[in-house]
């Protein structure tokens, strides 16, 4: 079994910024994907941010330009730095990690972020 540890998260206001942490504990497979999704209300679950163990990320859409996403592997932790909030990051935010090659998938139990003035 995986168990993933979140940060918390908290209100910000517009245009500030916050950290998110993730660690992963258990029984790891080091040849993983980690990465967060969001669900803000009344939509989707939407992808945020991934990274590789190689350490290649990839970016949502709406976040690429100001969220930023590292790992630390020896420590199994990912970051998830988020700049330049906007009300629309408003959500809870979930880390994951894959297993490369299967369908596992383990999900944290999200933390939520607020975005207001």
């Known amino acids: 079994q995986v168990y993933i540890a979140e940060s918390e998260g908290g209100l910000v206001q517009p245009g500030g910024s916050l950290r998110l942490a993730c660690t992963l504990s258990?029984?790891?497979?080091?040849?993983?994907?980690m990465g967060w999704y969001r669900r803000a209300p009344g939509k989707q679950r939407e992808m945020i941010a991934t990274?590789?163990?190689?350490?290649?990320?990839d970016y949502g859409s709406s976040v690429e330009d100001r969220f930023t996403i590292t790992r630390n592997n020896p420590r199994n932790t990912i970051w998830l730095q988020m700049n330049s909030l906007k009300a629309e990051d408003t959500g809870v935010y979930y880390c994951?990690?894959?297993?490369?090659?299967?369908?596992?998938?383990?999900w944290g139990q999200g933390t939520e972020v607020t975005v207001s003035s």
């Open positions: 994951f990690s894959k297993i490369v090659g299967t369908a596992t998938y383990y």
């Open positions: 258990g029984n790891i497979f080091t040849n993983n994907i």
């Open positions: 990274i590789t163990s190689g350490g290649t990320a």
